[in-house]
């Protein structure tokens, strides 16, 4: 059983940086993608970052390219993601959910995605 857990979230002004950390705390020894989604108010929830097992690579959505970073924890922990966000803006405000799963069909579809976290704040101040 994969259980999701977040931490790191919290109010920021614009052009902070902050870290969010996802681990699975449901023991698996199962390999899992694991992605970064976010939701903020009145709008749908909208991929972020991947970390893919299948070509040990990364993805990210255009709007967030060249400012945040996924990373895979130590290698002895198999299912855990950080998303280092720098330069962070206003726009950046919103809920952000971690998602597993072990053969995402689209990295980038939040329906691809079998197991979620509680989510965690990020707010960003102008």
């Known amino acids: 059983q994969v259980h999701l857990v977040e931490s790191g979230g919290g109010l920021v002004q614009a052009g902070d940086s902050l870290s969010l950390s996802c681990a699975d705390s449901g023991g698996t020894n199962r390999r899992y993608a694991m992605a970064w989604f976010r939701q903020a108010p009145g709008k749908e929830r909208e991929f972020v970052a991947a970390?893919?097992?299948?070509?040990?690579?990364?993805?990210?959505a255009p709007s967030v390219k060249g400012r945040f970073t996924i990373s895979r924890g130590n290698a002895d922990v198999t299912n855990r993601v950080h998303l280092q966000m720098n330069s962070l803006k206003p726009e950046d405000t919103a809920v952000y959910y971690c998602?597993?799963?072990?053969?995402?069909?689209?990295?980038?579809?939040?329906?691809?995605?079998?197991?979620w976290g509680q989510g965690t704040q990020v707010t960003v101040s102008s």
């Open positions: 970390w893919l097992w299948s070509d040990s690579n990364t993805r990210y």
């Open positions: 998602a597993a799963d072990e053969r995402p069909y689209e990295y980038y579809g939040r329906n691809s995605y079998d197991y």
